[in-house]
């Protein structure tokens, strides 16, 4: 959860460098915007590696039984062909 409140307080420090970027047309803050976005990114996908790691690793330790096959879509069904008109 520590990474997760690192997010939340990264996010709430841009909030200022958006407020200069955006009302008062400041550049500098918008370069602090960029490179805070970029460390934001950086974090998200950290996040998203533990939490897929976290995941796999309960579905690995739990059940032993595999998890059923996705089935395969149902091809889409052919239209009729109009009926002729005599």
């Known amino acids: 959860m520590s990474n997760f409140s690192q997010l939340k307080d990264l996010v709430m420090s841009l909030e ?40 796999n690793s309960a579905a ?3 059940d032993a039984k595999a998890a059923p096959a996705k089935k395969a879509a149902a091809p889409a069904a052919k239209k009729a062909a109009p009926a002729k008109k005599k």
Do not use: H
Not at 25 to 34: K, M
């Open 16 to 55: 200022a460098d958006f407020e200069k970027f955006y009302d008062k047309n400041n550049s500098a803050a918008g370069t602090r915007v960029r490179k805070g976005m970029q460390e934001l990114k950086n974090m998200a996908q950290t996040i998203r590696t533990e939490v897929q790691n976290a995941k």
């Open 60 to 62: 690995g330790a739990g």
